[in-house]
């Protein structure tokens, strides 16, 4: 996961001393590849695949299907942006999405 507000991400105090909070965008990689990391996205319910920080509902995407092979983002990575559902169903939906791999 990579998320400024874990105390062990390498720019948590940079990120500490420039925010009054952390945000709702947050990062992943899912063991694999491209293939898994698109398997888990298409498996979510609450999440939309989309590319958006203006709404009120929760978004996953696939970045690197966005930018295309040239891209440097990596290729197993899901961004997301956490909405207003409770923390509990996205949890779930997520979980539901991971463990379709299995």
Known sequence: VLYPGLPAHPQHNVAREQMSGFGAMLS???KGGADEAREVASKLHLFTQATSLGGVESLIEHRASVEGPDTKTP??????????EHIDDL?????LGLNSLL
């Open 91 to 95: 949890i779930e939906d997520i979980s």
């Open 28 to 30: 992943f990689g899912v």
């Open 75 to 84: 290729f197993n990575l899901l961004r997301v942006s956490v909405g207003l």
